[in-house]
């Protein structure tokens, strides 16, 4: 076996990383924005497919624009984070196959079979979301993925006329521990894995 992390390491990322609906006022520079990037972008998806797409709403004038797209506490929710990604995926992500997995010529495969490209989009698009969020705690910062909003609304907003579509919004920043709910258990072992 290979080298495992810190017990320091393992409580950033897991045992004590939190989901944070409130956020201190340190700022987030964009440098940040382009690390979580490129730690990322080096998680694996089938055949290199690489679905997932950002977009980054930073500016007061965008925060306002997406805040009526999210339900309930999600619009104060996102008014009051340093910066909410929309996360996307791209329904055309196979364009790019034949540069990204020179190996094989994968892109007739979905482009004949829409299917296919929406179950391969939506499940490592998904993935890609959780090493968003990985990525982003290892770099010291906290997270609030959002599902609560309204698909067609930030469609339409954000993504008209382009193959992008939303799959969750994160909003990010350093979160304010002063403002967290109690801690939601977790299924044991036993109740969510089996061994056979
Ligand atoms: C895909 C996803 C969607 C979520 N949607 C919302 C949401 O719409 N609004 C919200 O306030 N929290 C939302 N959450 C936060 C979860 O309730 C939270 O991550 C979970 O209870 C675990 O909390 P903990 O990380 O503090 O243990 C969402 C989390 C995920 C991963």
Redesign the pocket.
């Not at 609030?144 to 609560?148: C, F, Q, R, V």
């Given at each position: 076996m290979k080298e495992q992390l810190s017990q320091a390491a393992l409580k950033l990322l897991f045992t004590e990383?939190?989901?944070y609906?409130a956020w201190t006022q340190e700022s987030l520079p964009e440098e940040k924005l382009h690390q979580i990037y490129d730690l990322m972008k080096w998680g694996p998806t089938s055949m290199n497919t690489l679905p997932m797409r950002i977009l980054f709403v930073k500016s007061e004038a965008e925060k306002q624009r997406l805040a009526p797209a999210m339900?309930t506490?999600?619009s104060q929710?996102v008014l009051h984070a340093p910066v909410t990604a929309i996360i996307a995926y791209d329904e055309k992500f196979f364009t790019h196959l034949p540069e990204l997995f020179p190996a094989y010529n994968a892109k007739p495969l979905f482009e004949n079979n829409q299917k296919l490209s929406e179950e391969t989009a939506m499940r490592n698009g998904s993935l890609q979301g959780g090493y968003f969020i990985i990525a982003a705690r290892a770099l010291g910062l906290d997270v609030?993925?959002?599902?609560?909003f309204d698909a067609n609304a930030i469609n339409e907003s954000f993504f008209k006329g382009t193959t992008w579509k939303v799959n969750?919004v994160c909003s990010l920043g350093v979160g304010d521990s002063a403002k967290?709910y109690p801690?939601?258990p977790r299924l044991s072992f036993e109740e969510a894995c089996k061994i056979i």
């Open positions: 990383a939190r989901t609906h339900m506490s999600n929710q609030l993925p959002m599902s609560g969750f967290l801690r939601g």
